[in-house]
Nanobody, 123 residues
Framework: QVQLVESGGGLVQAGGSLRLSCAAS????????MGWYRQAPGKQRELVAV??????TYADSVKGRFTISRDKFKNTMYLQMNSLKPEDTGVYSC??????????????????WGQGTQVTVSS
């Protein structure tokens, strides 16, 4: 079973920075898509940034402030968040489309989610 574990969330002042990490573990053959989503209180979950098919995409609200990256050797994804604003507050979740082995003798592809990490930006 593939597991995604986020870390790095916390409470910061507006203008501060945080670096989120998402570590993928398990019988992984490839990570086809990996990205970050967030959900603010009372709002729907939204895409923050994603790396898919070699292309990086950012939400307009975070362009120029956030940077997504992957270390394929470590199966770890990062989200560097700079110039944080109160509206960045929310639960940030790691998402990955992963091809691997989950109790089978043949590879399968599934979409996985981490448990989420809270980011709170105070004004």
């Amino acid at each position: 079973q593939v597991q995604l574990v986020e870390s790095g969330g916390g409470l910061v002042q507006a203008g501060g920075s945080l670096r989120l990490s998402c570590a993928a573990s398990g019988s992984i053959l490839s990570i086809n898509r990996m990205g970050w989503y967030r959900q603010a209180p009372g709002k729907q979950r939204e895409l923050v940034a994603v790396i898919s098919y070699g292309t990086t995409t950012y939400a307009d609200s975070v362009k120029g402030r956030f940077t997504i990256s992957r270390d394929k050797f470590k199966n770890t994804m990062y989200l560097q968040m700079n110039s944080l604003k109160p509206e960045d507050t929310g639960v940030y979740s790691c998402n990955a489309d992963v091809t691997g082995y989950s109790g089978t003798h043949y590879p399968t592809t599934h979409d996985y989610w981490g448990q989420g990490t809270q980011v709170t930006v105070s004004s």
